[in-house]
């Protein structure tokens, strides 16, 4: 039989830290379990076979190799790394040391993202993913030092924007923007270039490491600032000018009359004219509703038409109305969805 659990030892004797006796317990806790018989996974197994033949449409069997979650992620951190030389290194890097350092980033960064290109490709039943791949992966590679011109000027808007930053560097390794906003840049160009799946899952990265969720195929200018991150949405057609800065939980989002893949390649998501600022958790709905150059958007607003330039939108009323959907008739149709 195992050893009784000392439950009081973190307020007596020796053992007198919480940390201490947390560690104990959960080895006595793993001797006590690996004293039982072996569990029987068999009968779960054979529910999760059945699984997959009942709801075969999350499974991905005996089809085409889909493009590495691990090596898509790696992706990423490599175009970062090509960005933004010498900030995310483990040791310094020297003027001497790029030439060298830039070669072998790019002829990996080459190999896997072709290698992720042809697998997007022939997942679409492309006619011919291995050149077509070749093609693609050299056109995009091509655009990298554009990319890097703009991308400075949205880390200029971030360090400019906030008085917070103390320097360019800290808006470099610490601001969530730059890594959602660069990311997204380069899905945006394999977006543009016809490849699917890659520029989804590349935006997935940025959205899983800093709460921002911003589509490929968002159309974005230049010295864009995204302040804080967390929950800002940006959908599929939304179109950004210049020198815009958004705040934390902004979503540009659709209104559909859920027409689901009905709309596909329609322009629902709103766009943003040049040197506008949208405060914290603003919505702005509809591929129909412009917000004019110049104009500043206030916190908690919800807008579903235009705005002319040099707006002043706030919220005067506060309150919340509740409307039952079933009496509303044929208004009841819309259905407000990201």
């Known amino acids: 039989m195992a050893a009784a659990l000392p439950i009081n030892c973190y307020r ?55 493009p590495a979650q691990d090596s898509v992620q790696q992706l990423a951190s490599d175009y970062m790394h090509l960005m933004f030389p010498g900030f995310f290194e483990a040791t310094a890097l020297t003027k001497k040391d790029v030439p060298a350092h830039v070669d072998k980033l790019l002829t990996g960064l080459h190999r896997r993202l072709g290698a992720e290109i042809e697998k997007s490709l022939r ?34 808007a971030a360090h ?16 969530p923007c730059v890594l959602s906003i660069s990311v997204q840049r380069f899905a945006h160009v394999l977006y543009g270039l016809g490849v699917p799946l890659l520029p989804r899952m590349l935006t997935e990265y940025g959205h899983e490491r800093t709460g921002t969720d911003i589509h490929p195929g968002a159309i974005i200018g230049t010295h864009f600032f995204i302040d804080h991150g967390t929950g800002v949405v940006i959908g599929e057609t939304a179109e950004i000018g210049s020198h815009v800065k958004l ?9 559909s009359l859920t027409g689901g893949q009905a709309l596909r390649g329609q322009k629902r998501h709103p766009t943003i004219e040049d040197h506008v ?26 807008v579903t038409h235009s705005v002319p330039p040099r707006s002043l939108v706030v919220m005067e009323e506060k309150g919340v109305k509740v409307l039952d959907k079933d009496s509303r008739g044929s208004a009841a149709q819309n259905d407000w969805m990201i």
């Open 247 to 255: 705040y934390q939980g902004v979503a540009l989002i659709a209104r």
């Open 123 to 156: 997942f679409a039943q492309d006619a011919d993913p291995a050149g077509h791949a070749r093609a693609i992966s050299a056109e995009a590679l091509g655009q990298l030092p554009a990319l890097r011109q703009i991308i400075q000027t949205d880390v200029t």
């Open 277 to 302: 600022t949208i405060y914290a958790s603003t919505t702005i709905m509809g591929g129909d509703t412009v917000i004019g150059a110049g104009s500043t958007v206030a916190s908690n607003v919800f």
């Open 12 to 66: 007596t004797g020796p053992c007198h830290s919480p940390r201490i006796f947390s560690r104990l317990r959960y080895s006595l806790l793993a001797t006590h379990y690996s004293l039982l018989p072996p569990m029987n996974l068999t009968p779960i197994k054979q529910a999760l076979l059945d699984s997959y033949q009942k709801h075969g449409g999350i499974n991905h069997l005996d089809g085409v190799n889909l």
């Open 160 to 175: 400019q924007g906030d008085p917070a930053a103390r320097s360019i560097e800290e808006v470099i390794l610490a601001y």
